[in-house]
């Protein structure tokens, strides 16, 4: 079956950067587009940033020019490293992978930016 772990979450202060990483086995990893959403307390989840099969990427515009997402077929693991980060980045991020029609998740890693 499909499974994605997610590691790397931590408590950063603001400024600090961060590296999350996704393994995602069961699935022909090459050719999909993984992604990455996030949830703070209270809110709803929501789009962080996503990389196609041909490595196109497009990022919420909260996280534009600090985050970049990238991918290593070898591994089947997709990335996030998260730069400046500010207290509002705080919450669970989740990595996700969509096959024939269905959304996978992992469990989420919590990051929590904070002085």
């Known amino acids: 079956q499909v499974q994605l772990v997610e590691s790397g979450g931590g408590l950063v202060q603001p400024g600090g950067s961060l590296r999350l990483s996704c393994a995602i086995s069961g699935i022909d990893f090459a050719i999909y587009g993984p992604g990455w959403y996030r949830q703070a307390p209270g809110k709803e989840r929501e789009f962080v940033a996503r990389?196609?099969?041909?490595?196109?990427?497009n990022y919420a515009q909260s996280v534009k020019g600090r985050f970049t997402i990238s991918r290593d077929n070898a591994k089947n693991t997709v990335y996030l490293q998260m730069n400046s980060l500010k207290p509002e980045d705080t919450g669970v991020y989740y990595c996700?992978?969509?096959?024939?029609?269905?959304?996978?998740w992992g469990q989420g890693t919590q990051v929590t930016v904070s002085s």
């Open positions: 996700t992978i969509s096959s024939y029609g269905r959304a996978y």
């Open positions: 990389i196609s099969s041909g490595e196109s990427t």
